[in-house]
């Protein structure tokens, strides 16, 4: 790196595709049961990394995360190697978050003490639901008493810095039921909660069985009661709702999260990962077959690739912006394209908060609770034709 030359923020992704069993909703490149590839996968993953030491020179690793897959499934040792990696290679000096997605019932002291070891800060849970009936059916192996006591390790080894994913709208499943999971996780006092609805995927078991009649969700009605519930109960219990999916406590929002919501650039190692660069989107292949096949010749994993233009970019800034429960900064806009946000988007942004989907003031522009809820009815009206 040459001497006076700023470097840019960067965040890091990393796919381990493997896992013990394959959640029944799940439409992730993952696969259950392939222990045999593992530490050939994570061969190739590390020469990967090692291929874009050149391109990413200017830039420094503000987050890296995890994900899969079930990365806690691993050995600890290849997370260590992948991290170890990345240190030698990159600008790490101004590094703030480090997470790993685990599934309760696959940690242990051992494998937790090596994460803090390698740098790991944070923590991210698949809990999904605190009903150990709905666990079953939509396929997941652990159960609440898992959950608890994967809980209770982490916070012995001393991280202080945990998430849990929890999903709402499962099938048969009741407002009561929702509620009583609510509850309990608040209790935890935990630094992030992650509460989605569950979206029925084509490709898996659930989508199957929903389109065979074999399962039944709550309506659009109920399925919206939990989501209120859910914003109503964690803001009570001190969590900041601050993405339409997201609740955190003080100074323990998602800083990788971010990266994605505020349009900054991101990279993707792995198997079927995405990265935003330079003004390109680009993804590696989802068949091991030919990832590792394209590495071998020396060649990035890339699949495809598309040009953002500055329309397109600015888009985006806003779609992906507006996800945040503060919305943009209109000064922020301007520093980045030049352009006054409600000259570009004057007729879309005039129509919906007369529509009362949007609040503008004098420094941002930000979805209401309405908006929130509608938030495809404006995105139609800004996305390039």
């Known amino acids: 790196m040459k001497r006076g030359i700023k470097l840019k923020d960067l965040g890091i992704y990393i796919h381990i595709p493997f896992c013990q069993s394959k959640c029944y909703y799940c439409d992730f490149v993952s696969f259950p049961n392939l222990d045999r590839e593992i530490d050939f996968y994570i061969n190739y993953l590390i020469r990967e990394i090692e291929m874009y030491e050149e391109l990413l020179k200017n830039y420094s690793i503000k987050t890296i995360f995890i994900g899969g897959g079930t990365p806690s499934y691993l050995n600890p040792k290849y997370i260590y190697e992948i991290l170890n990696c990345i240190y030698k290679m990159y600008n790490i000096g101004e590094i703030e978050e480090i997470t790993i997605e685990a599934n309760p019932g696959t940690l242990d002291e051992e494998k937790l003490k090596v994460y803090k070891e390698a740098g790991i800060n944070r923590i991210s849970l698949g809990v999904q639901s605190l009903d150990d009936r709905l666990l079953k059916s939509i396929g997941r192996i652990h159960n609440s008493e898992d959950f608890y006591n994967t809980i209770e390790k982490i916070r012995k ?7 849990a994913d929890l999903i709402f709208g499962l099938p048969n499943q009741s407002l009561k039921e929702c509620e009583k999971t609510l509850r309990k996780i608040v209790k935890l006092d935990l630094e992030h909660i992650s509460y989605y609805s569950l979206i029925i995927e084509k490709n898996t078991l659930m989508g199957r069985l929903y389109e065979e009649g074999k399962i039944i969700l709550p309506d659009e009605e109920l399925e919206r009661e939990m989501y209120y519930l859910g914003k109503s109960i964690l803001k009570d219990n001190g969590y900041k709702h601050y993405e339409i999916s ?4 003080k100074g323990f929002e998602s800083k990788h999260n971010l990266f994605y919501w505020q349009l900054k650039p991101y990279i993707g190692f792995g198997l079927s990962s995405h990265s935003n660069l330079n003004n390109k989107r680009f993804w590696n292949f989802s068949n091991l077959k030919e990832y590792y096949h394209r590495i071998d010749c020396g060649k990035f994993p890339v699949a495809g690739e598309e040009y953002i233009d500055k329309e397109m970019e600015m888009a985006e800034y806003l779609i992906m912006g507006l996800r945040l429960v503060d919305g943009i900064d209109k000064n922020e806009f301007f520093n980045r394209f030049n352009l006054n946000v409600e000259d570009v988007y004057k007729d879309a942004l ?18 209401t609770s309405k908006g929130l809820d509608l938030s495809n009815q404006f995105y139609i009206d800004i996305l390039p034709e």
């Open 157 to 163: 080894i001393g991280f202080n810095n945990v998430n």
């Open 246 to 249: 997201n609740f955190a406590k």
């Open 350 to 367: 005039i129509k919906h908060r007369k529509g009362g989907l949007l609040y503008i003031d004098e420094n941002n522009i930000k979805f």
